[in-house]
Each structure stands twice: as C-alpha cells, then as structure tokens.
C-alpha cells in the first residue's frame, strides 16, 4: 500500500538581517489547503524571535501521536460495539538526551479521558486491550524512537 502524504512549510526573512542570528522562527505549515502558524519552541527560541502562539515541531509531533492513537481507538472502540461519547487526551511530550547527548523527544505520555454511552461498555480489561491495541496499529507510534506511555481513564454517561 503506497501512502504519501505532504506538508509545505513556507518562512522568509524579511528585513531582518539573518547572519546576526536574530531572525524570526515563525513560518507557515500548509496542509490541504489549510495553513497553520509554525515557528520553533519559545523553550528552545526565546519570545520574540519565536512564536508562543504558533505550533512548534516539538508540539506537532505529541499532537501526531495522539490522534493517531485517538482514530484507531475510535475505530476499534465502535468495531467492538461501544459508543464513544468524547475523547480528550492532554498529551506530554518530554525531552531528553540520547546516547549521543543530543536532546530528542524521549517520551510521550498519552492520557486521554474517555466518556462511553449506552448499553455496552467496555470493562477495565477491554478498555485497556482496545488502547494497547490501538497503540500496536498506530503508524506514527511505529515512527518514533520515544517511550510512549499510555495511562488511559474513562467514564460513562
């Protein structure tokens, strides 16, 4: 199965002078006709040379994972009969040093709250089983190197 899926990403200068170092790290990311403010982490770039308002790599990445993690939940979750009323994950990216000493995202902890209706609700044990296995199938879990935490909870309506 051939996939290829694309981004542009647009930055210019300016008037800043560049070669000082002190130009601006906001850009723009372009996805289906859709363009969303980017820039580099204010953690890594300070204010105002970055964008606190803008999504950083570092943010896209955790964002990346957590709906990919979220949809094939949602697919598994209703494939097994369950009524999925709300999903919400406050997912945490952590950097760390590799061997090399060279920071990366070493962990990702997705915690995502799940509210269920109707008359067939997973227990505990189907609950975690649909959230290992959407982890399992995950595409962009299977991309990183990173720890990837899952401490799910849900509720019912």
Do not use: Q
């Not at 060279?102 to 799940?114: C, F, N």
């Not at 109707?118 to 995950?138: I, M, N, Q, S, W």
């Amino acid at each position: 199965m051939d996939h290829a899926y694309r981004a542009t990403i647009r930055w210019e200068r300016g008037d800043a002078v560049f070669t000082d170092g002190r130009y601006s790290r906001g850009h723009v990311w372009a996805f289906d006709g859709l363009e969303i403010p980017g820039s580099s982490s204010p953690l890594s770039v300070r204010v105002p040379l970055s964008r606190a308002d803008a999504v950083d790599p570092e943010e896209a990445l955790v964002a990346a994972l957590s709906s990919c993690h979220m949809l094939f939940f949602l697919d598994f979750a209703r494939r097994a009969g369950f009524t999925v009323d709300r999903y919400a994950d406050p997912a945490v990216g952590e950097m760390a040093p590799n061997a090399d000493g060279k920071l990366y995202v070493g962990r990702v902890t997705l915690s995502p709250a799940v509210t269920f209706s109707g008359a067939l609700v997973p227990d505990a044990e189907a609950f975690h089983a649909l959230h290992h296995r959407a982890h399992e199938e995950c595409y962009i879990g299977h991309s990183l190197r990173a720890e990837v935490v899952i401490a799910p909870t849900f509720t019912l309506t």
